[in-house]
Every structure is written in C-alpha cells, then in structure tokens.
C-alpha cells in the first residue's frame, strides 16, 4: 500500500463529497440514540456549512494510490459558531478566548484502520490547531456508539466534558498548554 497525505485547499472541496457522505452514514450505523438525526446530514450539510462558517480550515486527504480512504477536516471558529438551533456545543462562559479548535470530520475507511493513518492524521491536525496562539481550547464532537473514535481521542489526551442532544453527541475536550 501506498499512502500518501494531501492538504486540500478549500477550493478543492469537492474532493470529500464522497467520504464525508460515507462518514454521515458509518455514524448512523453505530448510532444507537436517534440515528435518524443522520438522515439529513450530508457533505452540503455538514461539512460546507462549517467551511463556510470558520475562520481558518485545514483539510487533509490520505489516498491509497488513487482513492481517497480518508479524511480530517479541523477549522479555527468563533465561538458562537457552536451555538444554533441545532444545539449548543458548550458553555460558552468556559471558553474564555473568542476563538476555539475543532477537530470536526474524522473518517478512515474500514480496511484500513491500524495502519497508523488515523495517529498521523490527528497529529497533523492538532499540530495545525495549535499554530493559533488565539486559540486554548480543542473541541471534538463524538457521535454516540462511535465507541472505537471516543477511545482513540481519550487516548490522545482528550476528555469527554459533557453530553448534548440527550447523548447524541459526546463533547470532548482538551485545553492548550501555552
């Protein structure tokens, strides 16, 4: 196997129609609490949105040959980004910088998880996150029965803060050291 790592600019979006949609539904697959809020979550949904809403994006491609087999995606928001209609991420009164971290869209295709891809991709990711010095705190937004992503990120020195959506979504935390 031969795999390779490509940031993508944001004008080559488009690139991840295709693995986020798979995202969308490996996450309903393990959702044990109101899967159905998958239905309508999509990459014009989800990741465009939270492109378009975010200050700073960094988008990253692993490819096998060819195929894209996996994705992150983590952007630099104002805080405000996370509270809508659709729920309110965290307190906003914790966070006291006007600016957070998110780890928002991580996927590797099945077959081929426990190649390392998934610790040298969250390393990119967090080393970018941690370039902004405006930035100390680190969210990521874990799907409930994603259990395997929730292990990995405690592993990597996130904790779980708290629950929204009544258990839909794990809130995951870390906080820089600067």
Sequence with gaps: MNFTYEEVPIDRLEMCKEICNELMVYQKSLAYITPERFDNMTYETRLIPSVEKAQHNYLVVVKNEDEVIGYVYSNISPKEVYSSEFATFFDMESVEKTHVGCLSQ???????????????????????????????????????????????????????????????IMVLRNRSSN
């Design 106 to 168: 991580f996927y590797i295709k099945d077959k081929y998880r426990q190649y390392g891809i998934g610790s040298k991709l969250f390393s990119m990711s967090m080393d970018w996150l941690k370039t902004f010095n405006e930035v100390e705190d680190y969210f990521i937004f874990v799907s409930n029965g994603n259990e395997q992503a929730l292990e990995f990120y405690k592993r990597k020195g996130f904790f779980v803060s708290h629950e929204i959506l009544e258990g839909f």
